[in-house]
């Protein structure tokens, strides 16, 4: 085929609707992308595992999703996706370049319980559609007892349904990714299992109706055959050379919770942002982030789970006894509900600090479904002794968002010391102790304890005092730690006194 016969095949078809393909009512389009892909070749995945990761900026390339979109003539989607982040997200540390994943630094995560939309990680499973709000329509439909196609300014017209405003932590379920892959590699995934560190979560107020409440209003409620509600994304996915709009679901139970799945059009009091999945997204609370499902056209009332690829064959945990030897879609469990998980944001891994017997340790703390964090503890000795932060020095509870935390740590050894912290939630669920007890093949949920090491320099150590008054009497500090003092270490006299009051050898 031409590219002009390959565009014309997949064109769009909906008037605003840009960067938008319909797949799922199309199989004879479905077989012929997968036809055209089968025919050709794409860059390897690459490692990123075994090998040390780039410092640059975006750290890695989406190359072969990119050619997936090229080879259907989707190029522009690619392009309008990479201007956006430009736009809306240029301060993120971009972790995958396309499709856009986006991690909020430390600095970011530490300005306020509410993260602010510029700076709140996103993770895409394809390119950003633009669509325009006045010709949006959103169709429900399947095991309901009417089906309906409802306008944005349907959803907004409080006399038709009544509007929400939830403060809600979203998490990639890929959060500290990079501690797993560090000790124990595993998959590396065809979209490629981005290298999170601990900034792939944010806290937003979303405004929008609860999806119990237009179920009910507008399509006069659920079969009693319907166990799942299917979300439907404008996005296009790919998986082993076919071709899907962004499918999952989740339990009819959880939807049956009235504020606990939303549908928004508003994030911390702005219109939606297009890379957060302008003009309508899913916000489902406490879940992993990949049900929130973003650009969200239509949704299907199901007896079953969705067969979307992310909802049945991704997003699965399995036992460290699975891997790329025995793996199946059918051996691991989904993973739905978000695990109670924390991390230490400042200082960083590796930092050289100087300190007068406390060191000040800063971070956040999260459980999902619907359990609030209770307790944070911090230890400065790998996890054998454990100080509580204070209540005060937490930010507020909610039942669906994170705690920040501060905390004093009393510290009185020098040298190399490890600090990790641990959090307690409201069911009394607290985190396995090592990475390895929560390694897992697909490397999702690193709920382990969050762990860095610091080099303590405690001035309240008389002879550390001194060495750092001799620093800065010759213009220089501690730092860079590994490089060498370049100048006597003891006076000779000095030497010679010690030694011959405590000799290195016996007497007699």
């Keep these: 085929m031409s590219q002009t016969e390959v565009q014309s095949a997949f064109a769009e078809e909906k008037l605003g609707w840009n960067g938008y393909v319909e797949w799922e009512s199309y199989p004879e389009k479905k077989a012929l992308a997968t036809k055209i892909l089968k025919q050709q070749k794409f860059t390897p ?32 989607i690619v392009d309008f996706s990479w201007k956006t982040v430009l736009e809306e997200k240029p301060d993120l540390l971009h972790v995958l370049d396309f499709p856009y994943n986006g991690e909020t630094t430390r600095e970011q995560l530490l300005l306020g319980k509410i993260t602010d939309n510029k700076y709140h990680f996103v993770r895409n499973h394809g390119g950003m559609p633009d669509i325009q709000e006045d010709v949006f329509e959103l169709e429900i439909g399947g095991l309901v007892n009417e089906s309906v196609k409802l306008s944005l300014k349907d959803l907004k017209d409080p006399a038709k349904f009544p509007q929400v405003e939830v403060t809600v932590t979203l998490q990639c379920s890929g959060t500290r990714r990079v501690e797993q892959i560090v000790q124990y590699p ?29 179920l009910k ?8 055959e319907c166990q799942h509600l299917e979300f439907i994304g404008a996005d296009t996915y790919f998986k082993k050379n076919n071709v899907f709009n962004y499918a999952v679901s989740v339990p009819w139970r959880k939807v049956r919770n009235n504020e606990e799945v939303i549908l928004a059009w508003e994030m911390n009091g702005k219109p ?43 997003y699965l945990y399995y036992t460290s006894q699975i891997g790329k030897q025995n793996t199946k879609y059918s051996n691991g469990f989904s993973i739905q509900q978000m695990p109670v998980s924390s991390a230490i944001i400042s200082p960083k891994d590796r930092q050289v600090i100087e300190h007068d017997g406390k060191i000040t340790l800063k971070g956040w703390a999260y459980s999902g479904g619907g ?22 020095n937490m930010t507020e509870k909610h039942y669906h968002a994170w705690r920040l935390w501060t905390i004093d740590i009393p510290v009185d050894a020098e040298g190399w010391l490890e600090f990790c912290v641990r959090t307690w939630d409201s069911s009394n669920n607290t985190e396995p102790t090592f990475v390895r007890s ?62 011959r009051k405590y000799p290195r050898e016996p007497l007699n």
């Design 45 to 76: 995945i690459p490692e990123f595992q075994f090998v040390p990761l780039p410092s640059t900026n975006p750290i890695l390339i989406g190359y072969r999703w990119k050619e997936y979109h090229e080879a259907l003539g989707l190029k522009s």
């Design 186 to 214: 595993g998959d590396g995934d065809e979209l490629i299992n981005a290298p999170w560190g601990e900034g792939a979560i944010g806290t937003a107020v979303y405004r929008g109706v609860p999806l119990k409440k237009v």
């Design 217 to 224: 209003l507008a399509c006069g409620g659920v079969d009693p």
């Design 272 to 314: 939606l942002p297009k890379s957060h999945g302008a003009p309508l997204r899913v916000v489902v609370t406490g879940y992993i982030g990949a049900r929130s499902c973003k650009w969200v056209y239509r949704i299907n009332a199901l007896r079953e789970p969705s067969m979307g690829p992310v909802q049945a064959q991704e």
């Design 371 to 392: 359990n609030w964090v209770e307790r944070v503890e911090v230890s400065p000795d790998g996890g054998s002794v454990w100080y509580a932060v204070d209540q005060e």
């Design 438 to 499: 929560a390694w897992n093949w697909d490397l999702h949920v690193t709920s382990s304890c969050h762990r860095i090491k610091l080099y303590s320099v405690n001035r309240t150590r008389p002879a550390t005092m001194a060495r750092l008054k001799e620093l800065e009497a010759r213009g220089e500090g501690i730092e860079p730690l590994s490089h060498p003092l370049e100048y006597q270490l003891e006076r000779t006299e000095e030497y010679l006194e010690n030694c």
